[in-house]
């Protein structure tokens, strides 16, 4: 050991071990170690064993107590050189009189020191690795200290490099800096060498190796790196062309437009990148802490054409805090910080073909105190430059993410629909949460939660259920274009309603079971892209279906179940399934006579073995797939000649 603290384990049952330790056990005058007896204790000198018992593992360490700081002048009880300690230290493992384990220890302690001189400017030479190895001993980690098992080591004594004789490190790490390759010829290394080896193998002198030699100085060609920032060109040459529906907006300094937005996880990302033609509508949580301001308003936007546009902000004070603060916790007048922020920031941007033309900003600030959480509000509009009032020209019929799905109640009077997932609040209860409409291309997860009694009836919970889910939905057609007229039934769908299961189990009287409570509600909006509307696509949507989901209420326990009242979660999803905007061709009586020929159900098609002769092959010039084709193709032939009978007379003649 060259540390004052060492460890290793005892295998075995330690119940009624008695474990010591023994300095110096080798005899003074033969230099053989004295023969140990069971008679030692925990403590030796300056050294201390612990022993932390186990179930079938002890372990067993042993420690120096005292330090080793060199000598400083008229000190005592101190290191007179650098090597501090050599003593040899024999921990015994004994149950009674009968030895069963003893560990040797060889103790070579530097003393601690540290460098109070001054630094030399001389930088230190490394030598060249491709004509000498910079470690000619990997092992050797511990300076002015013996590695065990490290044989290349200088620092290790004859006396030392007798424990470890048979075990000394192997390969590289042990000092084999060069060794010899597989593929060198004179190379015996290789288990089985094939029959070829002789003709491939590499004939070379032991400095060209790939371990250290002669490097190859040929022509290097510089790796291209891509570089994070978007290639956006603003000056004479190629100019801007345009955003299309999806692409993210870019700033002056080609970075991402950014405003907070909620991940597939439900959580709000403050640097989500803002998409051109994509509006939309969140709420972010959070509280004096955790609050971040966002990206300055005083960031130019590219419009497009590789001009920058500035944003007209307007500041305004809330008056209402009630809207925006959700949960607050009691404190102290005097312990109480508060903090102007941001509450809300609304986002308007006016836009033509693929550019942008104006950016309208309305921030609303109010004072955040701490221990309050506050709600903050974000949305983004894109409104056509040809709008009215604020109200945008269906320039495009059909559908954009993020704008709300279109319903209607064609049975009533009053046609207007509504479809909608649950907006939680507070606790999470239904009886607090509010709703927000479904939007198009967005697939939501959303639900609220239950009070149920112990005694509640199963068939009026299940009732109690449908109702709440049903709720949701006020509506009994979708329409399939965002400007569906309510006169003409051919642009809305109907929507296909799977009720819930009625169940007739019985619970044979027990209360707090309920089976078959449709406590999930699936929500599936089919749609298809039928066109495009000056590149944006025309977004159709072809039919809705609803499903439930049924699970089992079970009553909750709590502590001492001194509660009568438990929880159930319902839930509302929302999922959008693009199909083709038309069928695929019908399978054909080949394609189902013959099915083993079908290269959609079959790893192996035949009918495509001269793909790459054809003009649909892409992956190389059509000449050179051509000329291999031909290549193959005489080979085959020749194949064919000579293995024809004929041929071998012909040959023998």
């Known amino acids: 050991m060259s540390g004052p603290r060492v460890s290793s384990f005892f295998l075995g049952n330690s119940s009624g071990v008695n474990f010591s330790i023994i300095l110096s056990p080798r005899d003074a005058e033969t230099g053989k170690l004295q023969l140990a007896n069971c008679s030692g204790s925990k403590r030796a000198g300056d050294w201390n064993l612990d022993v932390t018992p186990g179930v079938d593992t002890s372990k067993v360490t042993v420690s120096l107590t005292r330090t080793l700081e060199l000598c400083l002048p008229n000190a005592t009880e101190c290191c007179p050189s650098p090597l501090c300690m050599v003593e040899t230290l024999q921990v015994l493992a004994c149950r009674g009189s009968v030895m069963l384990a003893q560990l040797l220890i060889q103790a070579e302690i530097f003393a601690n020191s540290s460098f109070t001189g001054n630094v030399s400017e001389n930088a230190t030479v490394i030598p060249n690795q491709a004509f000498k190895p910079l470690g000619s001993c990997p092992c050797n980690l511990t300076a002015g200290a013996c590695d065990v098992r490290c044989c290349c ?74 570089s994070f920032k978007i290639p956006v060109q603003t000056s004479p040459g190629k100019p801007f062309t345009g955003y299309r529906e999806g692409d993210p907006i870019i700033t002056e300094e080609d970075e991402y437009f950014t405003v907070p937005q909620q991940s597939m996880a439900g959580q709000c990302v403050g640097n989500a990148p803002v998409a051109y033609l994509h509006n939309f509508d969140v709420k972010c949580l959070t509280n004096l802490e955790s609050y971040k301001e966002g990206l300055p308003h005083d960031v130019r936007i590219n419009s497009g054409t590789a001009d920058f546009i500035q944003q007209n902000v307007v500041y305004r004070a809330i008056t209402d805090r009630g809207k925006f603060i959700t949960e607050s916790e009691s404190l102290l007048a005097a312990e109480v910080l508060c903090q102007n922020v941001t509450f809300a920031e609304h986002y308007k941007f ?63 009077s009053d046609p207007l629909g509504s479809l909608s997932i649950w907006q939680p609040a507070g606790r999470g209860l239904c009886a607090s949460a509010t709703y927000r409409p479904v939007l198009f291309g967005v697939d939501s997860y959303s639900g609220c939660i239950l009070e149920v009694d112990i005694n509640e009836d199963c068939s009026l919970l299940r009732g109690n259920v449908t109702e709440k889910l049903n709720a949701l939905i006020q509506a009994t057609h979708i329409g399939k274009m965002n400007n569906s007229s309510y006169s003409d039934l051919n642009d809305w769908v109907e929507i296909i309603r799977l009720d819930p299961f009625s169940s007739n189990v019985s619970t044979g009287g027990l209360k707090g079971i309920c089976p078959d409570i449709p406590a999930n509600l699936n929500i599936r909006i089919i749609f298809a892209k039928v066109g495009a509307v000056q590149g944006i696509p025309q977004q159709q949507i072809l039919a809705v279906q609803i499903s439930y989901s049924t699970v089992l209420w079970q009553f909750q326990c709590g502590l001492g179940c001194r509660n009568t009242l438990s929880f159930l979660p319902i839930t509302a999803s929302v999922q959008f399934l693009e199909v083709p905007a038309q069928p695929p061709p019908p399978v054909t009586r080949y394609q189902i006579i013959y099915a083993e020929f079908d290269c959609n159900r079959n790893e192996v098609c035949w009918p495509q073995l001269l793909y790459p002769l054809t003009h649909f092959y892409t992956g190389e010039p059509y000449s050179q797939s051509l000329a291999k084709g031909l290549f193959l193709a005489f080979l085959i032939l020749l194949a064919a000649i000579m293995s024809n009978p004929w041929f071998s007379k012909l040959w023998n003649r």
């Open 153 to 226: 080591d200088l620092e290790c004594t004859p006396d030392l490099q007798q424990l470890f004789s048979g075990s000394c490190f192997t390969g590289v790490f042990g000092g084999d800096v060069n060794p010899p390759y597989d593929q060198l010829c004179s190379s015996q290394s290789m288990e089985y060498t094939p029959e070829w080896f002789p003709f491939l193998c590499v004939q070379s002198s032991l400095d060209n190796t790939p371990f250290r030699g002669y490097f190859y100085h040929g022509s290097t060609s510089t790796p291209k790196v891509p």
């Open 350 to 412: 006016i836009w033509k073909d693929k550019n942008i033309e104006q950016v309208n900003v309305t921030v609303f600030l109010g004072s955040l105190c701490d221990g309050e959480i506050l709600t903050q509000r974000f949305t983004v509009e894109f409104l056509s430059l040809n709008s009215t009032n604020g109200e945008e020209l269906f320039e495009n019929p059909g559908y954009q993410v993020g704008k709300p799905v279109r319903a209607a109640n064609l049975n009533a």
